[in-house]
């Protein structure tokens, strides 16, 4: 049997794509809580470039950066497909993964800026948030590629989660349900798979965490 380790952290959502890609297609794996205060030789060593989480360890074999480990995932244990067979579906699933990877600065950036600065990135998630509605949940799909989750839905993880999280945080309010009716239900219908809604980070812990980094941020920029 294969060994499967990843390595991660509780908070980041870059994480839970690859333990709910693990978990849709059954795979048992080790989990290795990282603290990004002391990283471990290990995570240093199979990350040397960019010495960031997830790793996933496969049979020894270390694989970075979320989108590519979904991919590995998804070839080396076909069960469960998360990518479309037709080359056309995957074309336009994956054209979405990247526009959600470009996007996925904007979610530390809300709560690190203020006044102007945060009013752009404010900005950007409304762009995005429209994109979302008006192209890509189109055709009144429960998910981005019809009826059953997939990758484009894993990859948006940030819009249906952890966004409200750091909007209650920083005492914003961007995504308003009326205005983006689709992208409402499908966060509805995606926080409602058993696999997503058993494996979400604690939300007071988390605006806990939330709150000390600002502080630490602050302390640091006086």
Partial sequence: MAVVKLFGTWLSPYVYRVIWALKLKGIPYEYIEEDFSNKSPLLLQYNPIHKKIPVLLHDGKPICESTVILRYIDEIWPQNPLLPADPYDRAVALFWIKFADD???????????????QEAVVKEWLEML????????????????????????????????WLGLIEDFAGL????PHKFPRVSSWIQNFKSVPVIKDNLPDTDKMLGLLKHRREMLRSKSN
């Fill in 173 to 176: 309010k961007i995504f308003e």
């Fill in 103 to 117: 996007k996925s600065h904007l979610l530390s950036k809300l709560y690190r800026t203020e006044g102007e600065e």
């Fill in 130 to 161: 429209k994109a979302m509605e008006e192209h890509a949940l189109i055709g009144g799909k429960r998910f981005f590629g019809g009826d059953e989750i997939n990758m484009v839905d894993i990859a948006f993880c940030m819009v249906a989660h």
